[in-house]
Nanobody
Framework: VQLVESGGGLVQPGGSLRLSCAAS????????MNWYRQAPGKERELVAG????????NYADSVKGRFTISRDNNKNTVYLQMNSLKPEDTAVYYC?????????????WGQGTQVTVSS
């Protein structure tokens, strides 16, 4: 399983970024996907999730109405569109997938992409 995030960077407050996560090594269209983030000195937190078909999404209260998660099962890619960014959105953003095996469940993480919101 490999997850590779991209699209992070430095943006001014109120700006936008779109993160991408390219997945490989598993049947992407069969699994729900999530974006997490971790700010300096804080716990990693769930930002958004999307079901395998893309038919249902969920968001942390802190990003509702500003962030949109989507996926393209033909491209094995999940996206996070981030609008109206705030300084408190500054964090490393990770995409994840949880896969169940006979012997147990494992959550896989990408390497993360840094998002910095600052003027």
């Amino acid at each position: 399983v490999q997850l590779v995030e991209s699209g992070g960077g430095l943006v001014q407050p109120g700006g936008s970024l779109r993160l991408s996560c390219a997945a490989s090594g598993f049947t992407f269209s069969s699994y729900n996907m999530n974006w997490y983030r971790q700010a300096p000195g804080k716990e990693r937190e769930l930002v958004a999730g999307i079901t395998s078909s893309g038919g249902s999404t969920n968001y942390a209260d802190s990003v509702k109405g500003r962030f949109t998660i989507s996926r393209d099962n033909n491209k094995n890619t999940v996206y996070l569109q981030m609008n109206s960014l705030k300084p408190e959105d500054t964090a490393v953003y990770y995409c994840t997938v949880q896969i169940s095996y006979i012997v147990g469940t494992r959550r896989y993480w990408g390497q993360g992409t840094q998002v910095t919101v600052s003027s």
